[in-house]
């Protein structure tokens, strides 16, 4: 893990085409505005780690055994 330290306005580049501008410092936040293709996704960690649970809870078998229940409902036409 690389660690910097960063002033207001002063940038942080990644490959040639993303970066990381420091906008903002109040307390122990830091606001950085990031320039990136569209094509590459860009997640708060928080909201990156729930998808990542959720991909993982859909790709969980399910029981079908109580399936036989929706044998016996008809839809009206």
């Known amino acids: 893990m690389l ?3 960063r002033k207001i306005g002063e940038r942080i580049i990644v490959g040639d085409n993303i970066v990381f501008t420091v906008v903002d410092i ?3 936040s830091v606001r950085l505005a990031i320039e990136a293709p569209k094509e590459i996704k860009i997640y708060r960690g928080e909201i990156y780690e729930a998808i990542i649970a ?3 809870q859909s790709a969980n078998p ?4 109580n399936m036989d229940v929706l044998k016996g ?5």
Do not use: F, M
Request: hydrophobic share 30%; glycine share 6%; aromatic share 0%.
């Open 3 to 5: 660690a910097l330290t």
């Open 26 to 28: 109040k307390g122990d």
């Open 54 to 56: 959720e991909n993982k």
């Open 62 to 65: 399910v029981n079908l055994n």
């Open 73 to 77: 409902i008809r839809t009206q036409k």
